[in-house]
């Protein structure tokens, strides 16, 4: 297992913002984006990084707030914001096409990152320009793409009230690996893990700013009708690889998505929860392979 010291180590820096972003790439070939899930970082994909860097161009990076990245404390995060250190990285890359491979929060920023490339991508000056990567493919894992169908764990309710800030102040691993073990399948999420977790989310006192990371969730229903009528007009290729034991966005959510998308492709990993990436990552890539085989 490749544990957050060495990923840290194996990773570079840019800067947005005056705030250092921490981002990783390895491999050639087309360029793979990985983003990552609330609240954890890059390291969620640390269990099939070489398997899709063995195919790809592959680039991790940490959100602002998030992992090993900078985490100021006075700073209005937003899902748009996101967005924006999205496309200041892939011009720090000069990175001009990419395929995006998205877990839950990810999933958010995912969906703005499509709605910008379906405005722009008629607009000779901007793809004379370069200004923003072709967007080829997208392959989604469980997460909040329909905020009607998104069932808030307790605790993510009371973080986003009023309550948040002073609950932020009794996180601890503890407490957070309680959450963990409801978002997981019947295997459920070992100590190893968790202590990896851990490690990424309280750099820079992370695990004090959940109830300002958690505005993802009002963000997903003020756009509600851009960020799901992206999904249903793009001719970009989508894929939902999901884990129906997911209490947040499992089986209820893939099913839903079946109904809203046209000509959806979904695939069911059974036994698996929020986490596929990490619960069953032979089939998550064997799943996502499958899913580019089908574009040639």
């Not at 954890?40 to 398997?51: A, E, F, L, P, V």
């Not at 992992?67 to 000069?94: V, W």
């Not at 407490?175 to 295997?187: A, C, D, N, Q, W």
Request: net charge positive; hydrophobic share 35%.
């Amino acid at each position: 297992m490749i544990t957050p010291r060495q990923w840290h180590a194996a990773g570079s820096h840019f800067t947005y913002k005056t705030h250092q972003i921490f981002y990783r790439t390895e491999g050639k070939g087309e360029t793979l984006v990985l983003i990552h899930e609330f609240p954890t970082s890059s390291w969620d994909w640390h269990k099939i990084w070489r398997q899709l860097a063995e195919k790809y161009r592959v680039i991790g990076f940490d959100m602002i707030g998030f992992g090993l990245s900078d985490k100021p404390r006075r700073y209005s995060y937003s899902i748009h914001d996101q967005a924006n250190l999205f496309e200041a990285l892939m011009n720090h890359l000069e990175i001009t096409q990419c395929h995006l491979l998205v877990h839950d929060y990810g999933n958010t920023v995912a969906q703005e990152i499509l709605a910008r490339w379906e405005e722009r991508k008629n607009e000779t000056q901007a793809l004379e320009s370069r200004s923003f990567p072709i967007i080829k493919s997208i392959c989604f894992l469980n997460g909040g793409l329909f905020p009607e169908m998104h069932r808030a764990l307790l605790v993510q309710k009371l973080m986003k009230s009023p309550l948040g800030v002073l609950l932020t102040k009794f996180n601890n691993k503890a407490r957070l690996k309680k959450s963990f073990e409801k978002l997981y399948g019947p295997k459920g999420i070992d100590d190893v893990e968790m202590d990896g977790f851990w490690e990424t989310i309280q750099y820079q006192n992370g695990h004090r700013l959940f109830h300002k990371l958690i505005h993802y969730i009002e963000d997903r229903r003020q756009n509600r009708e851009r960020w799901v009528g992206v999904l249903q007009q793009t001719s970009v290729p989508l894929r939902l690889i999901n884990g129906p034991e997911d209490p947040v966005s499992g089986r209820h959510l893939a099913d839903y998505y079946q109904q809203m998308i046209p000509n959806p492709d979904v695939v069911i990993i059974n036994g698996a929860g929020h986490y596929p990436q990490n619960e069953a990552p032979e089939e998550v890539v064997k799943h996502y392979f499958e899913f580019r085989q089908k574009q040639h």
